[in-house]
């Protein structure tokens, strides 16, 4: 029995077919049309629908690459289901390099808006509406902030099992069980019936090639878990998922000139320096300890720092030893050199 035309913004896509369309949008005051791009793969089979959303915060570009590779992949072709793929939802924040929409909100805090509401909200409501309602999973991408950067990682409710089982399936070493924000596309989501993944990985306004490629493959193999992609057999080494009992950060004790000494995906002991405080002059002023045994998951980039300002993010595990072993697998397993000196591009 063929399948049903998928009707996305008004338009209709027939089974095995794929469309690239925009989701219309308030223009800018120069009256410059703006809309959020979308990349729909109707399957001819049967199966699963699925989200990938990049940059709902718009200075978070490493998910606006990973779905610009996934949805060039071939091994998607045949898949089934349907698969819709956002490179941009904040498009305005792209446009400005910003994190927010022009009106200061945090899109990521607005869910699940309203039609008539602040522009915030409207956009919201349109990516609830038209994307999120008509899915059964969902990956929401995003990286560290400005000047941090995160270690790959997976957060999600991990108390719910299918949810665990995509977490898992998504092979990164590091999974945190996180907390739903309120007005988070996550909580909205959830509030439809959707799993979703949040993903973690980089920092903002910069591509880092390590995150991206595990963010592709990270994808392609919850497809394959949810049933959308055949299986296929695993190449290189098998990577050992973790759930930390829990995460925080660890802050400057005084302002000054940072020197780090721990970098990302580092396993630390409790006591181990993490970086040195000096003043303009090179006099020390204090030192950063880790406050108990774990593995670096972000980091301040900046060697500068005021007191109390959030430097080393740490997540606590029953073996970091093991994880801070399967993040190096991983790195090899993606064959990227020189990932953990910090290269950027």
Not at 147 to 172: C, W, Y
Not at 285 to 308: D, R
Request: charged share 25%; glycine share 10%; proline share 5%.
């Amino acid at each position: 029995m063929k399948r049903e035309d998928f009707v996305i913004g008004g338009e209709k896509i027939k089974a095995g077919e794929q469309r690239r369309l925009q989701l219309e949008m308030p223009p800018l005051y120069t009256d410059t049309n703006m809309g959020i791009p979308v990349f729909v793969q109707h399957g001819k089979r049967p199966g699963p629908t699925l989200f990938v959303s990049a940059a709902i915060h718009g200075d978070e570009l490493n998910g606006i690459e990973i779905v610009s590779r996934l949805i060039k992949s071939r091994g998607i072709k045949n898949l089934r289901g349907t698969l819709i793929a956002i490179p941009m939802v904040n498009v305005y924040g792209v446009l400005n390099q910003s994190r927010y929409l022009p009106d200061r909100r945090d899109l990521n805090r607005c869910f699940p808006g309203s039609k008539k509401g602040s522009l915030a909200g409207r956009i919201a409501r349109l990516f609830l509406d038209e994307i999120v309602s008509k899915c059964d999973f969902g990956i929401d991408l995003h990286t560290g902030a400005i000047h941090r950067s995160n270690l790959p990682q997976i957060r999600a409710n991990l108390d719910d099992p299918k949810t665990l089982e995509m977490a898992e399936a998504f092979g990164v070493p590091v999974l945190l069980n996180a907390d739903i924000r309120d007005g988070s596309l996550r909580q909205a989501a959830a509030d439809e019936g959707a799993k979703v993944l949040l993903y973690e990985a980089g920092q903002a306004l910069r591509y880092d090639e390590f995150s991206i490629r595990a963010g592709v493959k990270g994808i392609i193999k919850v497809m394959r878990n949810i049933g959308m992609l055949n299986g296929v057999k695993a190449r290189g080494h098998t990577i050992r998922p973790f759930v930390a009992r829990q995460s925080g950060w660890v802050r400057a004790n005084e302002s000054g000139f940072v020197m780090h000494k721990a970098q990302l995906g580092d396993h630390v002991e409790k006591g181990d320096v993490l970086a040195i405080i000096s003043n303009p002059f090179g006099e020390q002023l204090g030192t950063m300890f880790s406050p108990s045994t774990g593995v670096v998951i972000g980091k301040q980039n900046i060697p500068l720092a005021q007191e109390g300002e959030a430097i080393y993010h740490i997540a606590y595990f029953s073996k970091p030893d093991q994880v801070a072993e399967h993040v190096e697998m991983l790195q090899d397993n993606l064959v990227v050199p020189d990932y953990a000196a910090g290269m950027n591009s």
